[in-house]
């Protein structure tokens, strides 16, 4: 629901801003991303996994949480005021990302109440609020664009949408009694960043490498062409946030069945590959075949063209984010945070190079080239550490037929002359064919799959 109605934001503000506002939209949109990691400290990760394994300590967990978010919401409001002064940018911009740098102390209480829902494995009050605080976020904001304003009035959305958030969790939570004796306590506070920080510095890295493309496109090529890549990349984003979304559903359950029922959290790592991606590789293809319907039907306007092109560049990298995300929270899981925070500071350090390299060379086609090459990176890392950490998951017996298919579907179907509606129903069904050809299902699947939408 929040990448739904995020992605119809973006659109709207490319229409009524063009490339440049929607550059200077992802740019504001970067800079939130990147600090409220920032200022969750990593916590998040660590207590989720603490209160899995003891619910009934959700109490004491959300306190210490609480007051280390609320400060790490003062540091990283601080750090994003003086990286975006420090890099330059344009007046209006500046001032949005000061307005947005308010919008964390209430992300903080929202971190806190959010990872008491997640351990608790009661996620479905997430869902909820954030899809009602992100719909009256997206009305406003509509209204606000079709009334002349723009990126400072988008940025007080994201305040608005935040303190919101916060109300309906509150309300949300009531009944699990968290504010009950209510104590601050600094020093516990404090001690969990400590406790946490190879999570915080796997966040970090994670959500930097995330945004590499956007900062290093911004300050390289200007905002206009990172308006272009953002208008394609927002697509791929889509589909990411679904496979993000399974990683983290999945991480609590993981965190139990490692210590609980390890064959039943090896097949878990296993299945979610291999099922997970079947299903990428038709998304990627159908991102291929279908860029430039796709670009045309969402912009509407001439200036677009190229991101049709970048689409097509990054729709590998829907797979490729797939793998990562569930070989990290395998790591993670497995108690193997320290191999994930050096899998995500190597990925990091090479990204950068990779982006610095090929956006100066290539601009926004390198841009698109070095997210799958840094992606592919990481992939390569984390499934290293985890066969030496953990000796599991084989990722390439979980994956090879998946892309063997979508290769030869590629191959034989991508450059068709033909109706895009009949290459892509025709790509479908080869894709869907050759998966049954080869064996890629059992009869057993079906079951696994109802567990898994679970």
Not at 275 to 288: D, E, K, R
Request: net charge positive; glycine share 8%; hydrophobic share 60%.
């Amino acid at each position: 629901m929040r990448i739904a109605f995020n992605a119809i934001l973006s659109i709207f503000v490319a229409r009524q801003l063009g490339a440049a506002g929607l550059g200077k939209y992802a740019v504001l949109a970067a800079y939130w991303n990147v600090f409220q990691v920032v200022a969750t400290l990593g916590v998040p990760r660590l207590v989720i996994r603490a209160i899995a394994r003891e619910p009934e300590a959700s109490r004491f967990w959300f306190q210490r949480t609480l007051v280390n978010q609320l400060i790490g919401a003062g540091v990283g409001g601080f750090a994003l005021l003086a990286t975006a002064n420090l890099l330059r940018h344009p007046p209006d911009t500046l001032l949005a990302l000061a307005v947005v740098a308010l919008a964390l102390a209430p992300a903080a209480v929202v971190s806190a109440l959010e990872t008491v829902f997640q351990g608790r494995q009661e996620m479905h009050w997430i869902p909820l609020a954030q899809g009602v605080a992100t719909a009256l976020q997206l009305l406003l904001s509509v209204v606000l664009l079709l009334s002349g304003y723009g990126i400072v009035a988008l940025a007080w959305t994201i305040v608005l949408g935040q303190v919101c958030l916060v109300l309906m969790e509150i309300w949300a939570a009531r009944s699990l009694f968290l504010w009950q004796s209510f104590q601050v306590q600094l020093s516990p506070a404090l001690r969990l960043f400590w406790d946490a920080l190879d999570f915080f510095l796997n966040s970090l890295s994670v959500v930097l490498f995330s945004r590499l493309d956007v900062l290093i496109l911004s300050q390289l090529a200007g905002e206009q062409a990172t308006g272009l890549y953002n208008a394609a990349f927002l697509i791929i984003q889509m589909v990411n946030f679904l496979s993000s979304s399974y990683s983290n559903a999945a991480y609590p359950v993981l965190s139990h069945l490692f210590t609980a029922a390890w064959e039943r959290f090896a097949d878990l790592m296993y299945q979610s590959l291999r099922f997970g991606t079947a299903v990428n590789v038709l998304a990627a293809i159908w991102l291929a075949i279908g860029a430039q319907p796709i670009i045309g039907l969402l912009y509407h306007r001439e200036e677009y063209l190229m991101s049709a092109r970048l689409l097509q560049w990054c729709a590998p990298f829907v797979v490729i984010f797939l793998w990562n995300a569930i070989l990290s929270s395998g790591l993670m899981a497995g108690n193997q945070q320290r191999s994930s925070v050096i899998v995500a500071g190597v990925k990091l350090l090479l990204g950068f190079g990779y982006y610095l390299t090929l956006t100066a060379w290539l601009g926004p086609v390198g841009t698109a080239l070095a997210t799958v090459l840094a992606g592919l990176t990481g992939t390569v890392l984390n499934q290293l550490f985890l066969t030496r950490t953990l000796g599991l998951v084989a990722l390439p017996q979980a994956v090879w037929k998946p892309l063997a298919a979508g290769v030869v579907v590629v191959v034989l179907v991508g450059f068709l002359p033909a109706p895009w509606p009949l290459v892509l129903a025709g790509a479908t069904a080869l894709y869907g064919g050759l998966l049954l050809v080869m064996g890629a299902f059992r009869a057993a699947d079906w079951q696994l799959l109802r567990q898994m939408a679970r």
